[in-house]
């Protein structure tokens, strides 16, 4: 099993930025993606960015150029960087680990930008 614990998101206004951090454990494969996904009331669940052990990097498009995700092997982590935030990224953000044995979610991170 992979537990993956989340940290960053809150309250902050249309503009602003916020940093998303997600720290992998347990059955950790050298070869997987990490990524964030985020799901708004009412909408379905949406990829937001991915990133694989190789650092090859995937974005919504409603986010290129606004976000950045990072992430760091040695310690198993990956980040989120948001600016320029919008009242439309308000959502719950969930971390995402995945490899050929195991799809793991984070308990999510309410993101809330005010307009």
């Known amino acids: 099993q992979v537990q993956l614990v989340e940290s960053g998101g809150g309250l902050v206004q249309a503009g602003g930025s916020l940093r998303l951090s997600c720290a992998a454990s347990?059955?950790?494969?050298?070869?997987?993606?990490m990524g964030w996904y985020r799901q708004a009331p009412g909408k379905q669940r949406e990829l937001v960015a991915d990133i694989t052990g190789g650092r090859s990097t995937n974005y919504a498009y409603s986010v290129r150029g606004r976000f950045t995700i990072s992430r760091d092997n040695a310690k198993n982590t990956v980040n989120l960087q948001m600016n320029s935030l919008k009242a439309d990224d308000t959502a719950v953000y969930y971390c995402n680990y995945r490899d050929y044995y195991y799809n793991s979610w984070g308990q999510g991170t309410q993101v809330t930008v005010s307009s």
């Open positions: 347990g059955s950790i494969s050298r070869s997987h993606t």
